[in-house]
């Protein structure tokens, strides 16, 4: 069982950067594909940005990619997910979550696959 919790999140003017962080606990970090997820007001949740077991593969979301950045941390279980140009339409509820797996090369890109969940970091983006 794994425990997730997320910070970072806050308010941001159009155009700026903000840096999430999510701290896995109670479980083996490395077993997992790690995923950074959102939701807006009336929106489906959808995936940001996902991470393999390792450092080396990952995927972005269409309205995401070249703008923010995935990473992670084995040694200090955690994952991050560094935004850049940030717009009005990424302010939403992020959620960081866990995908347990034996691939070492798989990016979890839908919701319902990952495994836990931590509860949410509020970003909103606005002038």
């Known amino acids: 069982q794994l425990q997730l919790a997320e910070s970072g999140g806050g308010l941001v003017q159009p155009g700026g950067s903000l840096k999430l962080s999510c701290v896995a606990s109670g479980g083996y970090f490395g077993n997992y594909a790690m995923g950074w997820f959102r939701q807006a007001p009336g929106k489906e949740r959808e995936c940001v940005a996902s991470?393999?077991?390792?450092?080396?593969?990952?995927y972005y979301g269409d309205s995401v990619k070249g703008r923010f950045t995935i990473s992670r941390d084995d040694t200090k279980n955690t994952v991050s997910l560094q935004m850049n140009s940030l717009k009005p339409e990424d302010t939403a509820v992020y959620y960081c979550?866990?995908?347990?797996?034996?691939?070492?090369?798989?990016?979890?890109?839908?919701?319902?696959?990952?495994?836990?969940w931590g509860k949410g970091t509020l970003v909103t983006v606005s002038s």
């Open positions: 979550a866990a995908d347990r797996t034996g691939n070492f090369f798989y990016t979890p890109r839908d919701s319902s696959g990952m495994d836990y």
């Open positions: 991470i393999s077991r390792t450092n080396d593969w990952t």
